[in-house]
């Protein structure tokens, strides 16, 4: 799955391809880090299979991940928020793709693929526009309209 080349996992079976018309693989890109982390184990484990396996050499499960998670919250004391939100692996996701939503460069169609979304309106819950962007936009839109480029005043 892993595409080291492309710096991208390509993941065949995903949530969204037993679904779909016509089944699309889910890319998802790999940052830097991530990558030394997965080429380190690689180095440990070997190229064949998975990297993260638990003591009896078996993959880890989406429970052995929730499990790790709260285990590290509680060493951290990360506590729940005023909500009552814990820190889950959900978070991680929510918070990459509301900065992304936050990104004027990535398009509404790139990020409904970053997400794995088929429907729009699942995406367009993770665009949070602060009020400041919009205004910013607007004004960005209103300068590029002025042929002199500066704005004018009444």
Known sequence: MVDWGGRMWVLLKHKGSRTQRTPRPRIIGMGAEV???????????????HVFLNADGKPWTKDALALRMRRLRKRAGVEPD???EQFVLYTNRHTFLTQAGAD??????????LAGHTDPRTTAGYIHAARQAVAAAGR???????????????
């Open 104 to 113: 004027p460069s990535i398009s509404h169609a790139t990020l409904m693929d």
């Open 82 to 84: 005023e909500r009552g």
């Open 35 to 49: 990558e030394a982390v997965l080429r380190v184990r690689q180095e440990k484990y070997g190229s064949a299979g």
């Open 140 to 154: 960005r839109v209103a300068d590029g309209l002025n042929p002199s480029g500066q704005g004018k005043t009444a």
